[in-house]
């Protein structure tokens, strides 16, 4: 009988995460996939990061994560979006070639040592006392582990709709997952069925790309990994997405279909994403919108696919292509696969906890859609950490749940297990109200550490790193007390069009006029023949990391001013064992919620619906007791 | 071998933090009062009566809400007091338990005694604010009740107990739920803008969301300014009887309180010390300083009198200068009055107008402590000194807690912030840190954020006993 420390379900980016960092850790580790060169498919569009989702790619990154390495080697286009606005909300994104990810990761994958990659289906979990020991697959093989990570996607009871038609499938042209969640229900877990959506696929030589409006990717494109060799990037050509827009005549034809939408007709149970939704639901929802945007997006380098981004839609086929060609540039298009909605099992992230482990089954672990979430980035965050929960559990070491005030990944799986969400869970930067602190540039500065600690980041990168702290805290120090002459800069403000000194101002001042920026000021006389100026200008990150931290101390300064007025509700633990129900000041929905989720922290608890402030201030009175 | 669905069972042993042990102290406060309550409160309470308490019933049998005569000893022999006790059985007590309150006659010596015969039974003194905790606990009051009886407890006045009362009607909770509603309201349109950057949807723009921040501001502003009133409700409001010797402010104290607490005399200069009494006129407490008269003098103790009388006058929100229709306005007086303490908030009243009714003196009230002329008109100018133009009624939101004032102006801080990020066309995130600020601050006042602070800030407030 095989057997390995850990056991992986799904070859999706949960599950490579999750198999990656158990296996990097020393675990042994059986990655059970359905087909294994389908190994990080990406089922819905071939891009990586966006906005709060590419911050997410960066801490999966400095935490050693793999999607982050895969993305930057198979990017074809790469943009940091939202650059208008402040440092906390730009995004990195890619266009990825879809054939060479999955290819990528498969070989990323079995690369990997402690690692067997296992093809099979598993159809059923095996427990013993509330422990789990391991599944069986179809072909009736027992597999034995010590944990279990299932992140299989939208793989359970999957059903594939177009129109009225609907197909049993986790993904275009692949099985279902069944059997998984009967097991889980006979277990005990509850479950629930949710649904997402994909567009369709255009053939590109069908496209009048004369009249579309040309998006290129950034002209000095930055990768998401601290590994990736910026001297080798970007690896493959990069190419151009293009926009279009719908219009009313466009909408008509689509609102015809709407008596065969397997959504109007209540064909699909699942609550689909309020955030991503079809273009059905955005005619219907924004009625006063008389269009919507739509990017043509290059599914790879020689692929004679594009998706149509902004056009998910599960109408029947015919309304689709008749909408199509209604569309700018899309008089003629061929449509290669109409686009469709999947429809799957998940489970209410309520009964997982902060480490992923399910409360009811000691060792099992959910990551990825299984737990409500969309999104590759999402999946991915989860795997990692659920990985890495399973190896630090295994090998007896002390759990690692990321805080809200560390990581857009704690903002994740705090939101899953104490709001427990019935609709696709997508990452917003609205989401993380330590929004200016946790950016995609200081992922590694608050999160390396922890990757190191698992031995998931080599020591280079942790010594560079330091050596970088070193320049930013010196830099900083520096420029609150190095003051700039009248005579000096006067000319120079002058010139930016920005108004002149008295006497003499420290640069870290001068640095917050927003027409300055501090390449420019300690550019000036003289200031470089100081150590610390020339060590700093020779190191772009870390000028970035001290130009923010100049630029925006007040703002800074006043989220630190919330991050320690929640720190202390975080900081009041509530003890694990806790009886809730005999507490009888607390509200009785508040009580209940209470039970179910059973919240580490005063301010987990504080965030549960449905617990009521005067919960919080009863519990904290007893706490204090 | 799958297992089979059972749900887990989680170690439910119970943290033994329920306050279920009885607690006693003084209800009343220290002193000699007419009447002392104990009140005793938890599961012990009629076990531990009846050891010390004989009557005709034992008050374990007895039913809630119900009075009971009878005495108190140790040992059943020697008496020390006779007591009523009232018996209220649980939910329907004010800490929601078990409880029973002593009332005793006054003497210190005697509450003590008896505090002392309970603490030897299975009772415990009560830590301060330990009643009004476990009323929280068991549902009884919620926080912002529980705040506001700490408020009642310190509040000497009707007005202030109406104030507090106002208070547990929610009538600020309920401006500080609209204004904080509205910040949120706002604040998510800059969320949103920033979730769905990419698409070219403008969810506010920066002159509607700048408008609607002022607009909030502006509340919170007039409820800032009601601070000082409501402070007047809470604390009362010091006034000042100053004047040469003789003039009769011993008198017009005493026609006040109706009572002769101060001397008077013929002799000037009967008053030496400042003597302190406080009044309720229409609900609003005013704390009244009789001076010793101010003049030149040799003796020392009269020196020492008016030396204090100069501090009083600093210290008060009110001074009524008096001199009487028999001697000319001491302007010397008068002026130097006016160095201690701004010319709006003194009162010329002339006293003695019952000898000469038709004088030509001026003066803004006339009256006489002798037949009481006049003296409707002195506290009509002393309400209108205490609340200048401010209407008030029970209706109207009123600041009247520091601590509520303090989150008001940290909101106000933050607002100021977000105005300034606008008007600096910085991007959403920005504008959103002070804007979550502010809601929280907001949050603070209403109890929707809470923190050790407050509660221990409202618990600590009170005294033992309640
Ligand atoms: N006729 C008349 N006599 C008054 C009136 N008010 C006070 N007196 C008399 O004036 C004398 C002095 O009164 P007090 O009240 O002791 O005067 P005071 O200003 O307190 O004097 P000092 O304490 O000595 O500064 C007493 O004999 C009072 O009876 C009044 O309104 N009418
Ligand atoms: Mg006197």
Redesign the interface.
């Known amino acids: 009988m095989r057997e390995f420390d850990i056991i992986v379900v799904g070859g999706g980016h949960a599950g490579i995460e999750a198999a990656c960092a158990a296996s990097n850790m020393g675990c042994s580790v059986g990655f059970i996939t359905m087909d294994k060169l389908a190994m990080g498919r990406m089922s819905c569009n071939p891009a990586i990061g ?3 989702k590419g911050h997410l790619v960066r801490e999966i990154d400095a935490l050693g994560g793999m999607m982050g390495i895969i993305a930057d080697r198979t990017g074809i286009q790469f943009r940091m ?2 650059k ?3 440092p ?2 730009w995004s990195p994104r890619c266009q990825s070639d879809r054939k060479l990810y999955s290819e990528e990761a498969y070989s990323v994958v079995s690369n990997t040592k402690n690692l067997e990659i296992v093809e099979a289906s598993v159809v ?7 422990k789990v ?1 391991g599944v069986i697959t179809a072909t009736g093989e027992q597999i034995q582990c010590s944990a279990l990570v299932l992140s299989s996607g939208t793989f359970l009871n999957g059903l594939m709709h177009t129109g009225l038609n609907s197909v049993r499938g986790g993904r275009f042209g692949e099985n279902p997952a069944i059997g998984i969640t009967q ?1 889980l ?4 877990f509850e479950s629930g069925r949710l649904k997402t959506g994909t567009p369709p696929r255009l053939k590109k030589n069908t496209i009048n790309w004369n009249i579309l409006e040309e998006q290129p990717g950034d002209e000095i494109p930055q990768p998401f990994s601290y590994q990736t060799d910026i001297n080798n990037f970007p690896h493959l050509p990069q190419m151009s997405c293009y926009i279009t827009y719908t219009d009313e005549t466009v909408h008509k034809v689509l609102e015809k279909g709407f008596d065969e939408s397997p959504m109007f007709t209540g064909r699909i149970k699942g609550v689909g994403p309020r ?1 991503c939704p079809s273009i059905e639901d955005k005619i219907v929802r924004f009625a006063d ?1 008389n269009k919507h ?1 739509l990017f043509l997006e290059p599914e790879g380098l020689d692929s004679d696919q594009i998706y149509l981004n902004g056009f998910s839609t599960s109408l029947p086929a015919e309304i689709q292509i008749e909408a199509l060609h209604k569309i700018k540039g899309l008089e003629e298009v061929e449509m290669v696969r109409p686009g469709y909605a999947v429809e799957y099992d998940f489970f209410p992230p309520s009964q997982v906890d902060l480490t992923l482990e399910t ?3 000691e060792g099992l672990y959910f990551a990825g859609q299984i737990n409500g979430t969309s999104g590759y980035e999402e999946a991915a965050a989860q795997g990692i950490v659920a990985g890495i929960n399973a190896a630090l559990k295994i090998q007896g070491k002390p759990e690692f749940v990321l805080k809200r005030s560390e990581a857009y990944i704690g903002v994740l799986i705090d939101d899953l297990v104490t709001k427990s969400t019935y609709e696709p869970y997508r990452m ?3 989401r993380a ?1 330590h ?2 602190l946790l950016r995609q540039d200081n992922a590694d500065r608050r999160l390396m550490k922890y990757g190191h600690q698992f031995g998931l980041i080599d020591d280079k990168l942790i010594e560079k790193l330091s050596t970088r702290e070193d320049i930013i805290t010196k830099s900083v120090k520096l420029f609150e007390n190095m003051k700039l002459h009248a005579r000096n800069i006067n000319p120079f403000l002058e010139s930016k069009g920005s108004s002149g000194i008295d006497s003499a101002e420290t640069i870290s001042k001068l640095c917050k006029r ?1 027409e300055l920026t501090l390449k420019e000021i300690i550019g000036l006389n003289g200031t470089e023949q100081n150590p610390v100026v020339s060590s700093l200008i020779a190191d772009e990150k870390a000028l970035e990391q001290v130009e923010i931290e100049l630029k ?1 101390e ?2 800074i300064k ?2 630190f ?2 991050v320690d ?1 929640l720190e ?2 975080e900081a ?1 633990k509530i ?5 809730f ?2 507490m ?2 607390l509200s009785t929905e508040g009580r209940e919620k209470l039970n179910k989720i ?1 919240p580490r922290s005063i301010g987990q608890a504080s965030r549960i619906s449905g617990v009521t ?2 919960d ?3 519990l ?3 706490l ?2 | 071998m799958t297992s089979k669905s059972e749900p887990v069972k989680l170690d439910t042993s119970r943290r033994d933090e329920l306050p279920e042990d009885t607690i006693v102290a003084l209800a009343t406060p220290p002193g000699i009062g007419a009447i002392s309550v104990i009140r005793i409160s938890g599961q012990k309470s009629f076990e531990s009566t009846d050891k010390i308490f004989f009557g005709k019933s034992k008050i374990i049998n007895a039913s809630s809400h119900t009075i009971h005569y009878g005495k108190v000893s140790g040992d059943g022999i020697n008496f020390i007091d006779d007591v009523l006790v009232s018996v209220y059985r649980a939910p329907n007590s004010y800490t929601g338990e078990d409880s029973v309150e002593i009332s005793t006659h006054g003497s210190p010596l005697i509450s003590k005694k008896i505090i002392e015969l309970l603490l030897n039974t299975d009772v415990r003194m009560a830590e301060p604010g330990e009643f009004t905790k476990r009323a929280f606990l068991n549902n009884r009051i919620d926080l912002a009740q529980a705040e506001a009886v700490a408020d009642v407890i310190n509040s000497r006045t009707e007005a202030s107990l109406k104030g507090a009362r106002n208070q547990l009607d929610g009538v600020l909770s309920n401006k500080v739920h609209e204004m904080r509603s509205s910040l949120i309201n706002a604040s998510s349109f800059v969320e949103l803008g920033l979730d769905f950057a990419e698409e070219d949807i403008e969810f506010i723009n920066s002159n509607e969301l700048d408008k609607r921040i002022l607009n909030i501001k502006t509340e919170i502003d007039k409820l800032l300014s009601t601070y000082s009133f409501g402070k007047v409700i809470r604390d009362g409001v010091n006034v000042a009887l100053v004047g040469q010797p003789n003039v009769g402010k011993s008198s017009i104290l005493n026609y006040i309180l109706k009572e002769s607490r101060a001397i008077v005399s013929k002799i000037p200069g009967t008053t030496r010390d400042v003597i302190r009494e406080e009044v309720s006129i229409d609900g609003i407490l005013f704390r009244l300083f009789d001076t010793a008269g101010i003049r030149f003098s040799e003796e020392e103790i009269e020196k020492e009198g008016i030396l204090r009388s100069r501090q009083t006058i600093k210290d008060s929100d009110v001074v009524i200068f008096i001199y009487d229709v028999e001697q000319k306005i001491d302007t010397e007086l008068l002026n130097e009055i006016y160095t201690l303490i701004s010319k709006d908030k003194v009162i010329v009243a002339l006293n003695k107008i019952d000898i000469l009714p038709n004088t030509m003196l001026k003066a803004d009230v006339y009256i006489s402590a002798l037949t009481g002329a006049g003296m409707k008109e002195l506290f009509k100018k002393l309400k209108a000194q205490t609340f200048g133009n401010s209407v008030y009624s029970e209706k109207t939101a009123i600041v009247s807690n520091l601590r509520h004032y303090n989150c008001l102006t940290k909101a106000n801080e933050y607002l100021n912030n977000a105005r300034e990020s606008i008007s600096n066309k910085l991007s959403g995130e920005f504008i959103s840190v002070d804007l979550r600020n502010a809601e929280n601050s907001l949050g603070e006042i209403i109890g929707e954020v809470t923190t050790d602070d407050i509660l221990n800030n409202i618990f600590m407030k009170f005294c033992i006993g309640k």
Request: charged content about 25%; overall charge positive; aromatic content about 10%.
């Open positions: 966006g906005t709060a979006l939202n208008s606005k402040g906390a909300v059923d979990i095996i427990a013993e006392g509330k020991k097991s229900i006979n277990m005990g955030y919108k945007q409360k009811l089954i917003f930067t609205s109200e929004r200016l927003p925006y007040g703002y006043r989220q001013d919330m007025r202390r509700y009041t003890p694990l064992t806790f009886d129900l005999t009888k000041a059973k402030p005067s919080i201030s009863i904290l009175v007893y204090k007791n």
